[in-house]
């Protein structure tokens, strides 16, 4: 149906506004970034790159980025693997007990982040694991397992098993098969769980502050300490960074899942 | 039968094999030999046990009971991807990720072939179903009959000594399906290899196959030869399923040489003895009816009144439907040079007795045809 010009320009300012809602709150985060003050005043004053080499420089900065990235990284490959799996079990069983048991997994999502965390610092108190590596690997592997899972099942709802049949009766044994077919097929879904379960790591921030200790501190958990401390501009220098790096993550591999659907069609 | 095909194709028996889910017979006691190189068809309407006894010979589903040797190895509990059998799908199940070439080369990459004869071979294959210019396409490129001629070339490139095809011409429109059953007969005449089919389409049971094996609820009716099954049907079931029939339905009396039916009050002989059925039925073929207008001299030896319900022309001849005096409508083939009908007109219908098939009235039949 061809638009009114007047709807079609009432229909763009919408649009734009509901936009800039979205986004300004991200956005403000950068002009911030390079304030000369040790503020965080909006809109700033001056331009200095100094909060940027403070990331850089300062330990408690740069060891927390660290530690993030190397619990994020654990937590995505594990997550990765057993959410894969658990997908794998779900789809291949009895539909009314694989419901059950997909509720059950996906409860992290619902339950609210603070209940779980009292939870987990409770028996991380007994079990020692506040402040370890191991410990936040596997609070927060609970977390994005529910990820992984969502999206490798989607993924697993619309292969059709019948190209298993097909590689069977090509001479294919089964794990051949999960390694040429099954994989190469459900791997959009792979990729994406692990992107989120990444993510979910990356930023977490709730059952981070419960378990966290002065010597094992990620990147939000520095972050909010930084913030309630004094109103330190690398915050606003860390936010900038990680906004860039997430874009150009996501728009990466859009660019690649969309080349080879292109290749495809 | 090809004489390459004593050495490319195994032979198939199935010695009272039965798969049962729950209480539910799919299989009920299937005994087959299939010889080496034959074209065999399974037909048989939808849950007759004809699909499933295709996935037993792939191994796709277990036996309950009975044996099932293929080129004379038994093959219960080999699983699928050991047999070394070819099977194209109605489906097509191309893998999607994969370009035609490397679906065709699948199967032998998994063999260890090396590439340079992979390549050769691939190529034959394509060649051998005029898709050799596609090789680098998609699957989702290609039309339904092309990906089908794909997975053709996928399930014979590794030289099976058996091919099965389940419906595979199934989602396929008529001219298609058509053409592509010509070249099916023209691969299996070129390879040699055992074809076994399933279809639940009796025309095109009849157009391809050496042998056609009838299914109906989990059992195998008869075996035999496209003719023998429209000539000499051993059951009504067979009878209704290959080709159209007019079945008469009536009291019978035998007096040892001959046995006379009454329908309607009219009384129809044919010169055979009963074989001890209680209730035998009469099945006619359409082109042994012959229609006249009443009162006048008929051939043949027996006379059935009747009106015209339905008049087909079929280009070659005419098909007419004549509702009879019972209310049953016999079905009657009628070439262009004779008198033509319309509906309504009363007639009589003339046979010979010679011409009918005395058959055991099982009136499942009834309630399978689709």
């Known amino acids: 149906m061809e638009m009114k010009p007047l709807t079609r320009v009432i229909l763009g300012l919408v649009c734009l506004l509901v936009a800039i809602w979205l986004v300004a709150p991200t956005l403000v985060v950068v002009p911030m970034s390079f304030n000369e003050n040790k503020s965080l005043a909006f809109p700033p004053q001056g331009f200095s790159w100094q909060w940027y080499q403070n990331f850089a420089t300062n330990p408690d900065w740069s060891s927390s980025f660290l530690n993030s990235l190397k619990v994020a990284s654990l937590v995505a490959v594990l997550a990765t693997v057993l959410g894969t799996l658990a997908a794998f079990g779900l789809d291949r069983m009895k539909a009314r007990p694989a419901n059950l048991l997909r509720m059950l997994m996906l409860t992290p999502m619902v339950v609210p982040g603070v209940v779980l965390a009292i939870g987990i610092y409770a028996v991380y108190l007994d079990a020692q694991l506040v402040g370890t590596l191991t410990g936040f690997v596997l609070a927060h592997t609970i977390l994005a397992l529910p990820f992984v899972l969502i999206a490798v099942s989607a993924n697993l709802e619309v292969f059709d098993r019948r190209l298993e049949t097909a590689a069977a009766s090509l001479g294919a044994g089964a794990l051949t098969t999960f390694r040429t077919v099954t994989l190469p097929l459900i791997l959009p879904g792979i990729l994406s769980g692990l992107l989120f379960a990444f993510a979910t790591s990356f930023d977490e921030i709730v059952v981070s502050l419960f378990i966290t200790n002065p010597y094992l501190k990620t990147l939000p958990v520095q972050i909010f300490s930084s913030i309630t401390r004094d109103a330190d501009p690398t915050v606003a220098a860390v936010g900038t960074i990680l906004l860039f790096a997430t874009t150009l993550l996501i728009g990466g591999g859009m660019l690649l899942l969309g080349r080879e659907r292109k290749g495809r069609l | ?370």
């Open chain 2, 1 to 370: 039968m090809n004489p390459r095909a004593q050495n490319r194709g195994a032979a198939i028996d199935l010695d009272t094999v039965s798969k049962a889910y729950g209480s539910f017979k799919a299989l009920d006691g299937v005994s087959l030999r299939i010889e080496p190189g034959e074209f065999m068809t399974l037909l048989g309407p939808s849950g007759s046990g004809k699909t499933t006894t295709l996935n037993v010979i792939a191994g796709f589903t277990d036996v309950t009971s009975g044996k099932l040797l293929v080129g004379g190895n038994s093959v219960v509990g080999v699983p699928a991807h050991k047999r070394n059998i070819g099977v194209v799908f109605q489906h097509y199940a191309l893998f999607p990720h994969m370009t035609v070439g490397r679906n065709v080369a699948y199967p032998l990459t998994l063999r260890g072939i090396k590439p340079d004869e992979r390549k050769a071979r691939v190529a034959r294959a394509l060649d051998m179903v005029k898709m050799g210019d596609f090789a680098h396409r998609y699957p989702s490129e290609l039309s339904g009959g092309q990906q089908q001629r794909v997975a053709l070339a996928r399930a014979i490139v590794f030289d099976p000594p058996l091919l099965l095809m389940d419906e595979p011409l199934g989602a396929l429109d008529k001219k298609l399906r058509e053409w592509l059953q010509l070249e099916i007969k023209r691969i299996h005449r070129e390879l040699g290899t055992t074809f076994v089919y399933v279809t639940h389409d009796q025309e095109e049971a009849l157009v391809l196959s050496d042998r056609i094996a009838v299914f109906n609820r989990g059992r195998i009716e008869q075996v035999g030869t496209g003719r023998q099954l429209y000539d000499e049907p051993a059951t009504l079931f067979v009878g209704r399923f290959i080709g159209d029939s007019t079945v008469l339905r009536g009291k019978a009396r035998s007096d040892g040489t001959s046995t006379a039916l009454t329908v309607a009050g009219e009384t129809v002989s044919a010169p055979r003895r009963l074989n001890g059925e209680t209730s035998p039925v009469m099945l006619l073929r359409p082109e042994k009816l012959a229609i006249r207008r009443p009162g006048q001299d008929a051939t043949g030896t027996n006379r059935l009144s009747g009106t015209i319900a339905e008049a087909i022309y079929l280009g070659s001849g005419s098909k007419y439907e004549v509702k009879l005096a019972d209310a049953s409508t016999a079905i009657v083939r009628w070439p262009l040079a004779g008198e033509s009908f319309g509906l309504g007109d009363k007639v009589e219908l003339c046979f010979d007795g010679a011409d009918a098939k005395l058959l055991p009235d099982d009136s499942t039949a009834d309630t399978t045809l689709t």
